[in-house]
């Protein structure tokens, strides 16, 4: 069974601050990475998708790393803001087609 | 607005019964998922179709079943409803269908009463 984790949970920070949260994978058969943002009462929404290790991608002030041999991915954002307020889900690629296998989140709430 | 189209938003239904989920894809998207959420779970994967043919299933029940027509939308019938089937059910789709990111719709919730 593959599990895909994500660390913390939840994360409170104030405004301006910079966090990062842990997405870990098993690194083998990977095929790609993918990084999703999710508003209350809205639907996920793709930030990146990774497929080689040593991938950073960045839009904005959110960047992510991957690391594929060791199976884990970090997110970064940087100077967060209230709109960054979400819980974003991290999700491996497993087998045929894009069956991805999503973690159970991290919810961040930053306060003004 | 993702562009994938999702209905009915809500469906309250009794145990037993049986429904259609209905989605249609971003224009120009062959690839069409459907996901389940629970509140005690993350995002499930239930099945993929690539147009028209199944392309990679999940953990989905045999009480359940999908369909991509021709034209390119996709159904989710769920039928001999239980308690335990209430939740949020996505359907997202995107080009082709290998590492591309999915565009989700709004879900349709479903409570089984």
């Known amino acids: 069974i593959l599990n895909v984790e994500q660390s913390p949970q939840s994360l ?16 083998s058969n990977f095929y790609a990475l993918h990084w999703y943002r999710w508003e209350t009462a809205k639907s996920p929404e793709a930030l990146f998708v990774m ?22 991915s970090y997110l970064y954002i940087k ?8 819980t974003y889900l991290c999700a491996s690629r497993v087998g045929a087609g894009n069956m991805l296998t999503f973690g159970g989140g991290t919810r961040l709430m930053v306060k003004p | 607005d993702s562009g994938v189209t999702q209905t009915p938003k809500h ?27 629970s509140l005690d779970q993350g995002l499930q994967f239930l099945i993929q179709y690539y147009n028209g043919e199944e392309r990679a299933k999940g953990n989905i029940l045999e009480r359940f079943s ?15 409803l239980e308690l335990g089937d209430s939740a949020l059910y996505f359907c997202a ?9 999915l565009f989700f719709g709004s879900g349709t919730q479903l409570s089984v009463l």
Do not use: M
Not at chain 1, 16 to 26: E, I, L
């Open chain 1, 79 to 86: 100077g967060s803001q209230p709109e960054d307020s979400a």
């Open chain 2, 93 to 101: 789709s995107s080009p082709s269908g290998n590492n591309e990111k």
């Open chain 2, 11 to 37: 469906l309250i239904t009794a145990t037993g019964q049986r429904v259609t989920l209905r989605c249609s894809p971003r224009s120009g998207d062959l690839s069409v998922y459907w996901y389940q959420q």
């Open chain 1, 12 to 27: 409170h920070v104030q405004e301006g601050d910079s966090t990062n949260f842990t997405c870990s994978f098993p690194s």
């Open chain 1, 51 to 72: 497929t080689l290790n040593g991938d950073e991608k960045k839009k904005g002030r959110i960047s992510a790393t991957l690391n594929t041999k060791e199976g884990y």
């Open chain 2, 66 to 80: 999908a369909q991509q027509f021709p034209d390119l939308h996709s159904e989710l019938n769920l039928s001999s």
